[in-house]
């Protein structure tokens, strides 16, 4: 390589991590995962959320991935995502829990015919910490069901046994898409 090619090169990568320090977009990344101790990753849209970096930075977020941890109860109170999850700027954090949550969670099962598991569905009734993590990790796939285990009480069986709610052992077709 020719010397002032190098030269250049250097000035560059020196240069262009700068420039960026000085416009406070160094580590940027669209998207963000914010990891809770019990129930899963939630997803943060920095593009989203639009490019007024200062309503956000420093004050409601350092910018740094996990490094703001705070409960549910303190973003009701206004911290974090509560800040403007009010209800007022935007749907609050009071309710529309699967919005930031968890969706649909879908087994495909050609032979058996595919599951749907409604979150919402779900959470009218029940509060995450009585499926997380006690039945399931809150993660997608990470749980081994068998349907013997849910008939001896596990998974989907600790409710769905017939008395709670319609019986693994059963009603097939409540669950499975045939
Ligand atoms: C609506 C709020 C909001 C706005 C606006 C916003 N951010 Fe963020 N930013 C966040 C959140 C939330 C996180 C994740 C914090 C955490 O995980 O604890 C984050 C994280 C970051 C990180 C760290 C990423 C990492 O992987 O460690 C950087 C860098 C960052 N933001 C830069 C910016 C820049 C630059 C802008 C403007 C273009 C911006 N942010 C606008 C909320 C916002
Ligand atoms: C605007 C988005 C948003 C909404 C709506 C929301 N959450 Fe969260 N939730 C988060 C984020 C982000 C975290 C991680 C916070 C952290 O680690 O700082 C979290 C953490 C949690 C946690 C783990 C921490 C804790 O408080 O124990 C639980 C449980 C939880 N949410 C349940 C709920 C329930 C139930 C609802 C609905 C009533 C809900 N969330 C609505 C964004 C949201
Ligand atoms: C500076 C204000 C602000 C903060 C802080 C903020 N949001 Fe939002 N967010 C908004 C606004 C405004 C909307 C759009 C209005 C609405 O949907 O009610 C929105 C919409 C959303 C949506 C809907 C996106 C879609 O695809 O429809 C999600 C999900 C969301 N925010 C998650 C979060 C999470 C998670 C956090 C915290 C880590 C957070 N927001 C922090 C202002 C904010
Ligand atoms: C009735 C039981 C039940 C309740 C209540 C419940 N979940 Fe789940 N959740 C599940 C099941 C089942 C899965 C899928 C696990 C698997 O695929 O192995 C899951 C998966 C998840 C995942 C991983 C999603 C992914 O895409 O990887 C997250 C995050 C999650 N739940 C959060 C929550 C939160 C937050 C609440 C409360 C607002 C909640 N769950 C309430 C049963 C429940
Ligand atoms: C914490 C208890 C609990 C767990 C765990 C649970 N369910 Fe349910 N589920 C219920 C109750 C209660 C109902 C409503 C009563 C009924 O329909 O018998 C219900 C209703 C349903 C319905 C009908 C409503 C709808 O979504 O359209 C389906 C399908 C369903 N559950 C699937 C599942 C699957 C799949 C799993 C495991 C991945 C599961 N459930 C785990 C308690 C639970
Ligand atoms: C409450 C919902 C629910 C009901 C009711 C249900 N299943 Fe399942 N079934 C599931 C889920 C969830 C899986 C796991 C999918 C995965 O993890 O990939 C599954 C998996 C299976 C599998 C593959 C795993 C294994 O254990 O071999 C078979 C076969 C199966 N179901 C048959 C049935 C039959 C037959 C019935 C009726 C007697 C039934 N299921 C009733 C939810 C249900």
């Not at 390589?1 to 406070?24: D, E």
């Not at 009071?94 to 595919?114: L, M, P, Q, S, V």
Request: include cysteine; charge should be negative.
């Amino acid at each position: 390589m020719q010397r002032h090619r190098l030269l250049m090169l250097i000035v560059m990568m020196v240069a262009l991590p700068s420039a960026l320090y000085a416009v406070g977009m160094e580590g940027f990344v669209d998207e963000v995962f914010l990891q809770t101790e019990t129930v899963g990753k939630v997803r943060f849209s920095h593009s989203f959320h639009g490019t007024g970096c200062g309503e956000c930075h420093p004050k409601i977020f350092k910018k740094m991935n996990n490094s703001n941890h705070v409960d549910m109860k303190a973003m009701e109170k206004g911290k974090s995502c509560g800040a403007c999850h009010n209800g007022k700027k935007a749907f609050t954090v009071a309710e529309n829990c699967t919005k930031c949550h968890a969706g649909d969670i879908f087994y495909r099962d050609k032979e058996n015919g595919n599951v749907t598991f409604s979150h919402s569905a779900h959470t009218d009734m029940f509060g995450c910490d009585e499926c997380h993590p006690d039945l399931f990790k809150a993660e997608r796939g990470a749980n081994k069901q068998t349907m013997e285990a849910m008939e001896e009480g596990q998974y989907c069986g600790a409710c769905h046994d017939g008395s709670s709610a319609f019986s693994v052992a059963e009603d097939c077709e409540s669950c499975h898409d045939m």
